[in-house]
């Protein structure tokens, strides 16, 4: 008599579908197996968060956002007694704004605000503040839309000229802060110049000085004090007087600017009245 070999289970009960499936869920298996063998700590490290902190800090040389993330992460969560993980922690954030995207960028101001809060008297703190307002820096926008995260960002700049006055980023984050400034202060001219096209004289009167009152040095002032005097001349009370100085004042503090021409003639023309 010749004896068959008893069929599999699965054969037995008709589940042929069972047999690509367990194939699958066995390839996750080996594959997982392999990843976590790549990225196994050798047995001998001495200094396991050192060797993990190395290695995210190469990760983000090499901009491999996810992989620099996932090792300052074991420092931050394995090691709470380690020196280096306030660096770690710095290095999380860093990644996330490397990676950039909104969300990232949401993030990464987390990451450096929870930092200040934990570890207020490092010595990177002052890096942890600039690289707070950075995180809103990079999500400011046009000068014709929103300007919540450019506000942000300036307050947090403030933050660290008040907090850090003797740091050496100072040069670095003042630049940064005069960007946001003026992008803010463009924002306000486009307001005051559409009441200008418009004639709406008395409400760009109040725009332009108040973009002088509160940003004294924004960079593109010389059209502010142009339209500012040409308001003040084309208004219905006509205070010429008032004009003047502002065309001055343009004339001395922009010798190249575009309005320079115009202002000249504007002012002479006002002297001879």
């Given at each position: 008599?010749?004896y ?18 367990l ?29 993990l ?88 926008r ?9 506000k ?15 740091s ?69 009370n ?36």
């Amino acid at each position: 008599m010749t004896y068959l070999p008893t069929p599999l289970p699965w054969l037995r009960q008709g589940r042929l579908n069972a047999v690509p499936t367990l194939l699958v869920l066995a390839i996750a298996v080996l594959t997982a197996a392999c990843g976590a063998s790549r990225n196994a700590m050798p047995v001998d490290t001495a200094n396991p968060d050192r060797f993990l902190y190395e290695r995210g800090t190469a990760a983000l040389k090499e901009r491999k956002w996810l992989d620099a993330r996932e090792y300052f992460r074991q420092v931050v969560d394995n090691y709470p007694q380690s020196p280096l993980r306030p660096d770690a922690k710095l290095g999380i954030g860093e990644s996330y704004l490397g990676e950039k995207g909104a969300e990232n960028l949401v993030l990464a101001a987390n990451e450096f605000r929870e930092f200040l809060t934990f570890y207020p008297l490092n010595l990177r703190a002052d890096y942890a503040q600039y690289q707070l307002a950075m995180s809103h820096f990079m999500q400011m926008r046009a000068p014709d839309r929103d300007q919540t995260e450019t506000k942000d960002a300036i307050a947090e700049f403030n933050a660290f000229f008040q907090r850090f006055p003797q740091s050496p980023l100072v040069p670095e984050v003042r630049l940064k802060w005069r960007e946001a400034r003026d992008r803010l202060s463009e924002a306000s001219f486009r307001v005051g110049y559409h009441y200008f096209r418009i004639r709406w004289y008395p409400g760009a009167i109040d725009r332009f000085r108040e973009i002088l009152k509160e940003d004294p040095e924004f960079s593109g002032r010389d059209r502010v004090y142009f339209h500012l005097a040409e308001s003040l001349v084309r208004a219905d009370n006509k205070n010429t007087a008032e004009a003047v100085p502002y065309f001055q004042r343009l004339l001395d503090e922009f010798k190249t600017s575009e309005y320079v021409e115009e202002a000249q003639a504007r002012l002479e023309t006002l002297k001879n009245q």
